[in-house]
């Protein structure tokens, strides 16, 4: 079976300050992982996926994530942070065959002006 | 398009009460999830279906939790009776059919508020 582990319930940055959500997964065939970003009270959003094309992914509003087979990682980074990400982030995991998604317990983003 | 449709948005009952929350996936997205969201336990899947039919329900809580698809356009979920621990954010998602990753469109959530 295949699972995500989200580091860090809640994380705070400064406004313009870097972004970093960590996530590892688990799989023991190759994943597909993804990112998805959930505002208050709203469905989640795709920022974006990996599919094995290449390991540096971007995404929408400025984040892009790393796949590392050696660290089993797929972290999300935005390079300046703005108050309009503040919201929370899961990252999901899917393999060939299993269309569903298993979603990690998520990262609370907190942007401090 | 319009996106995944949820109804209601929000339902407050009683224990005991049956509850049907309603589901519009995208058209022409042969996938729909229904996802339950809470604090303690996160997103979590309770089923899903591939056609109108079901093929993974290994997540429904219990015999009070059923679901159904009668066409491709509809779907609802029930609960019958309801407690207060059903109290939660029920998501429907819908996907495309194909081979490789499998992108989820969510819809905007049921919150379900059981007294």
């Known amino acids: 079976a295949q699972s995500v582990t989200q580091l860090g319930s809640h994380v705070s940055v400064s406004e313009g300050a870097l972004v970093l959500l960590r996530c590892n997964y688990s799989?023991?065939?190759?994943?597909?992982l993804f990112w998805y970003v959930q505002y208050p009270n709203q469905g989640l959003q795709l920022l974006l996926k990996y599919t094995s094309a290449a390991t540096l992914v971007k995404g929408i509003n400025g984040f892009e994530a790393e796949f590392k087979k050696s660290e089993t990682s797929f972290h999300l980074t935005k390079p300046s942070a703005h108050m309009r990400d503040a919201a929370e982030y899961f990252c999901?995991?899917?393999?060939?065959?299993?269309?569903?998604?298993?979603f990690g317990s998520g990262t609370r983003l907190q942007v401090q002006p | 398009d319009a996106g995944v449709i949820q109804s209601p948005r929000h339902e407050v009952t009683e224990m005991g009460q049956e509850v049907t929350l309603r589901c519009k996936p995208i058209s022409g997205h042969d996938y729909l999830f229904w996802y339950r969201q809470t604090m303690m336990r996160g997103l979590e899947l309770l089923i899903y279906f591939n056609n109108n039919v079901p093929i993974d329900d290994s997540g429904m809580p219990e015999d009070r939790f059923s679901a159904k698809m009668p066409n491709a356009s509809f779907s609802t979920l029930k609960i019958q009776p309801s407690e207060p621990r059903d109290s939660a954010v029920y998501f429907c998602?819908?996907?495309?059919?194909?081979?490789?990753?499998?992108?989820?469109?969510f819809g905007a959530g049921s919150r379900l508020t059981v007294l």
């Open positions: 799989s023991s065939v190759p994943p597909y």
């Open positions: 998602a819908s996907s495309e059919r194909g081979v490789g990753a499998n992108v989820l469109t």
């Open positions: 999901a995991v899917s393999v060939t065959g299993r269309r569903a998604l298993t």
